[in-house]
């Protein structure tokens, strides 16, 4: 039961980015959260990031500031839960205020304990993220 619990607060979190609700993503995170984006994420972006608050700061913020808020999205694809461990698979869109659409494959993992999020780790191609940003409108 626990499972499929975990498996829905995963899913609610993500949701809670598509709809830029900070207040729901800091009631799924517990205060202590981590957050670790692959180390050739430009910055402030790379490393390892604590705190719920932190958290939602950055993810929200950057939403708003590189894309419209209400043209991002994540679908998600792939969700598989064990015990504590959440991995869903997204592809995010979006669009720039300038039209230039953005689309990345994402990969989360979570870990819950007690209904909250204690970690995420994510995967992204970097790489892409990298050349989309860089290159003229």
Excluded at 24 to 45: E, G, I, K, N
Excluded at 56 to 72: L, S
Excluded at 79 to 85: D, K, L, P, S, Y
Aim: proline share 3%.
């Amino acid at each position: 039961m626990a499972t499929r619990a975990n498996k829905q607060t995963a899913i609610d979190f993500i949701q809670a980015i598509n709809s830029g609700d900070k207040d729901c993503l800091l009631r799924l995170m517990h205060d202590a959260a981590t957050w670790t984006v692959p180390q050739s994420a430009v910055a402030p972006y790379a490393g390892t990031h604590q705190g719920a608050s932190v958290i939602a700061d950055m993810m929200i913020g950057a939403v708003e500031q590189a894309f419209d808020a209400d043209g991002v999205y994540h679908d998600v694809g792939l969700c598989v839960a064990e015990g504590q461990h959440v991995v869903i698979e997204t592809r995010m869109t979006a669009r720039q205020p300038t039209g230039k659409r953005y689309e990345n494959a994402y990969v989360f993992i979570f870990c819950i304990s007690d209904g909250r999020i204690v970690s995420i780790r994510e995967h992204v191609d970097t790489a892409y993220a990298i050349q989309f940003f860089a290159m003229p409108e």
